[in-house]
């Protein structure tokens, strides 16, 4: 899992915080969000996958979209698209896994900033 964190906390040292932390807080959430959950969730829940179907491809191909990360990494990812996909159908409102998404990798790259990873083994 380090290994999946190491890019971000080295992004988030020195002049480049501030920018890696907006790209990583914000537009990687809206971006994806709107891809995703938005665009392609939106199109395929009306097909013959319904919102089961469409929920598991959905979260299987932002995974994909992660294919650097661990095996734990992945399956995180995955674990959180399948709830962001909930979190769409229960709300019916993209703004809320946006919300818990810029929320997520927010606290993530805070953590980054503020604690040092160790050194590669």
């Known amino acids: 899992v380090i290994g ?16 890696a ?11 994806e969000e709107l891809l995703f959950r938005g ?6 829940a ?5 919102l089961i179907g469409t929920s ?8 994909m979209l992660h294919v650097g990360y661990s095996i ?10 399948l709830y962001f996909s909930w979190l769409l159908v229960r709300t019916g ?3 809320v896994p946006m919300f818990c998404h810029a929320i997520y990798n927010t606290v993530i790259g805070l953590l980054l900033y503020f604690v040092t990873l160790p050194p590669p083994a």
């Open 4 to 19: 999946d964190l190491r890019l971000f906390g080295d992004l988030l040292q020195g002049n480049t915080a501030i920018f």
């Open 21 to 31: 932390l907006i790209a990583i807080g914000i537009g990687a959430p809206l971006s």
């Open 39 to 44: 665009f392609l969730f939106s199109g395929l």
């Open 46 to 50: 009306k097909s013959r996958l319904g």
């Open 56 to 63: 598991i491809l959905t979260a299987v191909l932002w995974t």
């Open 72 to 81: 734990f990494g992945l399956v995180e990812v995955l674990a959180i698209g």
């Open 93 to 95: 409102s993209l703004w």
